[in-house]
Structures are given as C-alpha cells and as structure tokens.
C-alpha cells in the first residue's frame, strides 16, 4: 500500500460546479499538506499548503485536513474550464530532517462548458 | 526565460544507448530534485541534493546516477536505457525555507522515449 493514495478520476464536472478532490495516508508523521496543479505538458506548480489540521482558504479553493481521519481535501467553488488539470496532494513529515514529499498519484480533473 | 530550465524537452533513443538529461536553475535554490512521472503512478524521486557536494538516491534510483556540476545544475544519466525508463522527467529546485514546507518549483519536464 502507498502511503499517499489518490484517486486517478478522471473527475468530469459541469462549469460553475463544487469540485471535491481527496487522498488518504497512513503515515501519522505528516504534517506538511500540499497541493499541486499540473497543466497538461507542464510541470507541477504548487497552489496551496497547510501545516498540521484544520482549514485554509484561497480563492475559491480550500484546503481540509483531517488528521484523525488521515483524510485530506481540496474544494474548488465555481469551477471553470480553466480549471482543468491534474492535482497531485503531496505530505512531508515534521520530523526526519530531508523534508522530500510524497506525492499522490494526482486526480484529472475536467471542468466542461 | 523559465526559472527551471530542462533539455532536452523531448527525446527519442534505444535500448542500451547511454542518455542525458539536463537541468539548470536561476532561481538560487540549493536543492535539485530528479522526479520521473508515469501514467498512474504519480510523481516518484530518483535523486536529490542539497547542495554541489550532496547527492542522495531517492525511492527509485537504480539505472540511474545523477551530477551536481554546481548549484545551479543537476544532470540525470541513464547510462543504458531500457524501454521501461520510458516517462516524463521532472528537474525540481527548492531552498531551505521553501523545502521545509513542501515548495518545489518544477521544470517543463522531458519525455523520453526508448524503443
């Protein structure tokens, strides 16, 4: 089992709609969670990221984490097409030093007119 | 000019043919990253570096080396190329404060291909 795991999709939504994207882990040492966006034929850029538990809010994004749960969400308000790329989640342990994430597999998402 | 620069973008070679990927950064960074990407199974780590004199293997290294010319530059080699090293390469650059956090700023990715 990886430690990240992440629902490849892909994830087909109507504009305007309330997208909900998800992984699990396993490791109780994470306490770094990010995520990624990555545009097709791009590289990953970061979109937001969130220390321990609880909420954060950009935008119309906003991160969750539940570490009791070892369940972490994106929720992206008022979709648009512009929205369509991959999200990869990706975590980094408080403690051990390197500090190198662990990715998820990413979910594709598509946001249709 | 793209802060994280790698060439080739794209590439074509056979099997057992010894093959370079190159990466260069203008954005200071100490710490280079070599992730491979295939359909499925997300992003994995081949090699990292903190700095010219740091290398590290990461979850998938071997078939691969890597060199740190400067800070600015970090090449992966595949010294004989099988077609299962067929993937998207990433080149990725961080810093201390950014790293700790989980910031990493990718390069366009090169797509290599081994027949």
């Known amino acids: 089992q990886k430690e990240v795991e992440q629902d490849p999709g892909p994830l087909s939504v109507p504009e305007g709609a309330i997208v909900s994207l998800n992984c699990t882990y396993s490791?109780?040492?994470?306490?770094?969670f990010m995520w990624y966006r990555q545009y097709s034929r791009k590289g990953p850029e970061l979109l937001m990221y969130?220390?321990?538990?609880g909420n954060k809010e950009d935008g119309r994004f906003t991160a969750q984490v539940d570490k009791s749960s070892k369940y972490i969400s994106l929720f992206i308000r008022d979709s648009q097409p512009s929205d369509s790329a991959t999200y990869l989640c990706?975590?980094?342990?408080?403690?051990?030093?390197?500090?190198?994430?662990?990715f998820g597999r990413g979910t594709s998402l598509i946001v249709h007119p | 000019d793209a802060d994280v620069t790698q060439t080739p973008r794209n590439r074509i070679t056979k099997t057992g043919k010894r093959i370079m990927l190159e990466c260069s950064q203008t954005?200071?960074?100490?710490?280079m990253y070599w992730y491979r990407q295939d359909p499925g199974l997300g992003l994995r780590l081949i090699y990292y570096?903190?700095?010219?004199?740091?290398?590290n293997k990461g979850e998938i290294s071997d078939g691969y080396s890597v060199s740190r010319q400067a800070q600015a530059k970090f090449s992966l080699s595949l010294e004989s190329a099988i077609p299962n090293q067929t993937a998207l390469y990433f080149c990725?650059?961080?810093?201390?404060?950014?790293?700790?956090?989980?910031?990493?700023?990718f390069g366009e990715g090169s797509r290599l291909t081994v027949l």
């Open positions: 990725a650059t961080s810093d201390a404060v950014r790293g700790a956090t989980g910031e990493l700023f």
């Open positions: 490791n109780s040492a994470f306490q770094y």
């Open positions: 969130t220390y321990s538990s």
């Open positions: 990706a975590m980094i342990p408080l403690s051990g030093g390197s500090y190198i994430p662990t």
């Open positions: 954005k200071g960074h100490d710490r």
């Open positions: 570096s903190f700095d010219v004199k740091d290398i």
